[in-house]
């Protein structure tokens, strides 16, 4: 059976769609079957696959309402051993759409239920903002892998995502555990990248991981190319770090 793991921060810009793309693709390369969902209307993790998000006849937004089944949205292939299922803007009317639907926070978990036992891992790369949509993806998964960027804000909103994740557990899905937080922007030149990595691991109780994701020019331009940095630039310090990454958390 697929472990379900959503990527989730309220922040943006911290990292987490690049974590849900290289993270899915080092562990893909290293023979686990991987499904990722695209969960933010943005559905930048949908480009960063070399797809045409505005090309797709079904998403996860034909899906949450109901109009195509999980196998019909499922992109086979985006790389070896990893699956899609696309989003687009489109997404961004859901919330309003599934206003009054009984038991609109357990559709995604009630779809993968379908296809979970045929993969490894199965990613949710979530908005940046507590919305029906994160909650979904929350209500479907087995645990929350956080991307903390190593920037003096890092600590703010952590509390709050925490909460969230409580009252979901609380109320929706008894079962939803913290996978563990991951820094991402490290920069090994700078004071501050440290002393963020000091300050949220002597403030947070949750598991974190030891792999740091640093600052990299070519994770940053990997998304452009439509690739996962370990095709895009294999022996580049960004994609070594999610290698790594995905070997920790396979040793977990």
Same mark, same amino acid.
């Given at each position: 059976?697929?472990?379900?793991?959503?990527?989730?921060?309220?922040?943006?810009?911290?990292?987490?769609? =690049? #974590?849900?793309?290289?993270l899915?693709?080092?562990?893909?390369?290293l023979?686990?079957? &991987?499904?990722?969902?695209?969960?933010?209307?943005?559905?930048?993790?949908t480009?960063?696959?070399?797809?045409?998000?505005?090309?797709?006849?079904? /998403?996860?937004?034909? $899906?949450?309402?109901?109009?195509?089944?999980?196998?019909?949205?499922?992109?086979?292939?985006?790389?070896?051993?990893? @699956?899609?299922?696309?989003?687009?803007?489109?997404?961004?009317?859901?919330?309003?759409? $599934? &206003?009054?639907?009984?038991?609109?926070?357990?559709?995604?978990? @009630?779809?993968?239920?379908?296809?979970? @036992?045929?993969y490894?891992y199965?990613?949710?790369?979530?908005?940046?903002?507590?919305?029906v949509? /994160?909650?979904?993806?929350? =209500?479907?998964?087995?645990?929350?892998?956080?991307?903390?960027?190593?920037?003096y804000?890092?600590?703010?909103? %952590? *509390?709050? $995502?925490?909460h /969230?994740?409580?009252?979901?557990?609380?109320? %929706?899905?008894?079962?939803?555990?913290?996978?563990?937080?991951?820094? #991402?922007?490290?920069?090994?030149?700078?004071?501050? *990248?440290?002393?963020?990595?000091?300050?949220?691991?002597?403030?947070?109780?949750?598991?974190i991981?030891?792999?740091?994701?640093?600052?990299?020019?070519?994770?940053?331009?990997?998304?452009?190319?439509?690739e996962?940095? #370990?095709?895009?630039?294999?022996? *580049?310090?960004?994609?070594?770090?999610y290698?790594?990454?995905?070997?920790?958390?396979?040793?977990?």
């Amino acid at each position: 059976m697929g472990k379900i793991i959503a990527v989730a921060n309220q922040k943006g810009g911290v990292g987490k769609t =690049t #974590t849900t793309i290289n993270l899915a693709a080092s562990l893909a390369d290293l023979d686990q079957k &991987i499904l990722v969902i695209d969960v933010d209307p943005q559905g930048n993790t949908t480009s960063g696959f070399g797809v045409d998000k505005n090309n797709q006849e079904n /998403t996860i937004y034909e $899906l949450l309402l109901d109009d195509c089944s999980v196998n019909e949205t499922i992109i086979p292939g985006v790389v070896p051993n990893l @699956d899609l299922i696309a989003s687009n803007v489109n997404l961004a009317a859901a919330e309003i759409e $599934l &206003i009054g639907i009984p038991r609109k926070e357990y559709i995604l978990r @009630d779809a993968l239920d379908f296809v979970k @036992d045929d993969y490894d891992y199965i990613f949710l790369d979530c908005p940046p903002s507590l919305s029906v949509l /994160t909650v979904n993806a929350m =209500t479907a998964s087995d645990s929350v892998l956080v991307p903390i960027q190593c920037e003096y804000y890092a600590l703010e909103g %952590l *509390s709050q $995502l925490i909460h /969230t994740i409580n009252l979901v557990r609380e109320r %929706l899905n008894p079962g939803l555990d913290i996978e563990g937080i991951v820094f #991402t922007m490290y920069d090994a030149r700078t004071n501050l *990248s440290a002393q963020v990595v000091e300050n949220v691991r002597a403030n947070v109780e949750q598991r974190i991981y030891n792999t740091l994701i640093p600052r990299n020019i070519r994770l940053a331009e990997a998304p452009s190319y439509g690739e996962p940095i #370990t095709i895009y630039e294999p022996k *580049s310090a960004g994609a070594e770090a999610y290698r790594k990454l995905a070997k920790e958390m396979l040793g977990r």
